[in-house]
């Protein structure tokens, strides 16, 4: 849950977008098909969760795109914090 909250604020201090919560339980894409995140916002995103959670994805992150969702990212950010 805050995690969630720490997601959200960045969101919203960073891009001004309201992102509710129960997005987060569902499969949204954070790209233009869902969220809207065009290539360049996705490298800041990236960026600010890193920075905000202290955390480093790997290459297999990307690779798997385990991180292109809400869902995902929430979970990968939990499996980093371990």
């Given at each position: 849950m805050?995690?969630?909250k720490k997601i959200q604020s960045i969101f919203q201090k960073k891009f001004r977008l309201n992102v509710?919560?129960?997005y987060f339980s569902k499969d949204i894409s954070l790209?233009?098909?869902g969220i809207g995140f065009n290539a360049?916002?996705?490298l800041?995103?990236?960026h600010y969760?890193?920075?905000e959670f202290?955390?480093?994805f790997t290459a297999e992150h990307f690779r798997s795109g385990k991180i292109?969702?809400?869902t995902g990212l929430c979970a990968a950010i939990q499996e980093l914090q371990k």
């Open positions: 805050e995690n969630i509710d919560e129960e790209s233009a098909s360049i916002e996705m800041y995103l990236i969760i890193e920075t202290n955390v480093k292109r969702t809400l």
